[in-house]
């Protein structure tokens, strides 16, 4: 049984920072890769980064390079999104995502507003 839970969303003005973090339950965590999505407001889920389950391969949305950076902590079963540089328009509710057998696994969400 494989559970995801966010945290760490909120306010935060232009140009702050955030960390979301995901904690897993589940025995195949260290060998499913990762992948962060987020949901703005009237638009359609989207692929913010991935990392494979041993953390040494990344990849980045365009429009977050250079801002994000994704890593994890298999012991601890958890999964990172640091988020730098934020602009309002990374204003959106993100989830984490695991992928394993073919299915995929998602949490419940944590929101993001980016405003002044």
């Known amino acids: 049984q494989v559970q995801l839970v966010e945290s760490g969303g909120g306010l935060v003005q232009p140009g702050g920072s955030l960390r979301l973090s995901c904690a897993a339950s589940?025995?195949?965590?260290?060998?499913?890769?990762m992948g962060w999505y987020r949901q703005p407001p009237g638009k359609q889920r989207e692929l913010v980064a991935r990392?494979?389950?041993?953390?040494?391969?990344?990849n980045y949305a365009d429009s977050v390079k250079g801002r994000f950076t994704i890593s994890r902590d298999n012991d601890k079963k958890l999964v990172y999104l640091q988020m730098n540089s934020l602009k309002p328009e990374d204003t959106a509710v993100y989830y984490c995502?695991?992928?394993?057998?073919?299915?995929?696994?998602w949490g419940q969400g944590t929101q993001v507003t980016v405003s002044s």
């Open positions: 995502c695991l992928y394993w057998g073919g299915t995929d696994y």
């Open positions: 589940g025995s195949i965590f260290r060998f499913a890769a």
């Open positions: 990392i494979s389950g041993g953390g040494g391969s990344t």
